[in-house]
């Protein structure tokens, strides 16, 4: 199998490329991102693109792939609803149409996040928007499409976060995480977890399109 992962540098990126290049069934994987990943690994080769709303450079690259993991998200602190849908939904649907295009067998895989909003009317920002670009995404000519919704995710094996403020946290709750998973194990997952998860739908596909985070933990 091969995959083509975006938001490798990311804390759910990192853990899946890991996954990734550990899996004996998967030969390649290309990361596709605004920097490197600073990994060296026979299976990894990685491109750097700054327009990620334009993929028309790329598309001889992204052709014959079986599985897309999209793990880029940022955020929606402090953004307007409007920016917030520019860099989650638009983004995500520039790449998506991209990849239907080209590699219409393909299994795409959407990382969201719990309590996203699939009506698209709720009272939660990020939740409408993340909601939005499910749906948008389902509508899509892929072999199948899943969209995974984690809770808390605990960093392993090494993992960090790229936010500042999301490493603090980490580092204050990390001795706590084994106690909060064994209080809340419907609400919480880990990197590897999650890693492998996606590597494992990619591969057999799943019971049904939306995944929850007790349905990750269980897969």
């Known amino acids: 199998m091969n995959v083509l992962l975006f938001g490798a540098t990311g804390m759910i990126g990192q853990g899946v490329l890991r996954e990734s290049l550990l899996d004996p069934d998967v030969q390649n994987v290309l990361s596709v991102g605004r920097s490197l990943t600073g990994q060296r690994h026979p299976k990894l080769r990685e491109l750097i693109h700054t327009d990620f709303f334009d993929f028309s450079a790329l598309e001889p690259e992204m052709k014959g792939f079986d599985a897309c993991c999209f793990c880029l998200g940022v955020s929606s602190a402090g953004m307007s609803e409007e920016r917030y849908q520019r860099v989650t939904h638009d983004i995500t649907m520039a790449v ?35 909601g939005k670009t499910e749906n948008a995404l389902m509508k899509l000519p892929f072999k199948a499409r899943y969209m995974f919704r984690p809770g808390f995710i605990q960093p392993l094996r090494g993992i960090r976060s790229k936010t500042r403020l999301y490493r603090a946290f980490y ?28 590597i494992k739908v990619a591969k057999q596909g799943a019971r049904k399109s939306v995944l929850e985070n007790w349905d990750i933990n269980r897969i």
């Open 96 to 130: 998506a149409r991209t990849l239907a295009k080209l590699n219409p067998d393909m299994t795409f895989i959407y990382v969201s996040g719990m309590g996203t909003d699939s009506t698209e009317r709720g009272r939660v920002m990020w939740a409408r928007v993340k």
């Open 171 to 198: 580092t204050i709750t990390g001795p706590l995480c084994p106690l909060i998973r064994v209080l809340f194990p419907r609400y919480v997952t880990t990197t590897e977890d999650l890693g492998r998860a996606m």
